[in-house]
């Protein structure tokens, strides 16, 4: 009676799943057919978008590569990179200008290409920041040039330099090997 009984319910058991799986294989098909209708919606409205693209004149073109740059610019994250630097930059090293040459998508990330100033009296100071930059997987710095001040009271360089930053949303932008002295990180 008992082995009747378990042999009823395996039995219950594999009609159920039977059923649950052609009901997912249907599911899957809509889907499929769903996707495949709106990759061609995709293919139909890029060639209409191209068709538009060959219409315009240069000036309009030009408009319109500088409108797309306007709106990745109002994307771009202002509070996220401040946190990314405040966390890559050691003690002695002071950002005087951060200028964004350009927003892009590299694939799925936004990545921007920033101008970048720092002053500092140590050239080691600058050296230990872009290594810093460089081993974060967040930034990608290149020193471009330095240039030495004077005033009354100290002497400091301003150092210029190109970086490229793609933020890593929900990671930390510091490597674990990176050990934070005098408020910043070296």
Do not use: C
Request: charged share 25%.
């Amino acid at each position: 009676m008992l082995a009747l009984l378990l042999l009823a319910f395996a039995v219950a058991g594999t009609i159920i799943s039977l059923a649950q799986l052609s009901d997912i294989n249907q599911r899957t098909e809509i889907a499929n057919k769903d996707v495949e209708q709106m990759e061609a919606e995709l293919r139909t409205l890029k060639g209409e978008g191209e068709k538009v693209q060959q219409q315009l004149t240069p000036e309009q073109r030009a408009l319109l590569i500088a409108a797309h740059k306007l709106v990745a610019n109002k994307n771009f994250g202002w509070s996220r990179l401040f946190a990314d630097l405040e966390q890559i930059l050691p003690g002695g090293v002071s950002v005087s200008r951060i200028s964004i040459q350009n927003v892009y998508q590299d694939g799925d990330k936004t990545k921007a290409e920033l101008d970048f100033g720092v002053l500092s009296r140590d050239y080691q100071n600058v050296i230990t920041m872009i290594d810093n930059m460089n081993s974060s997987r967040v930034f990608q710095a290149d020193l471009r040039g330095q240039d030495r001040q004077k005033t009354e009271r100290t002497t400091y360089t301003e150092y210029s330099l190109r970086l490229i930053y793609s933020p890593n949303y929900g990671t930390s932008p510091v490597p674990d090997e990176v050990e934070v002295v005098q408020g910043g990180t070296q």
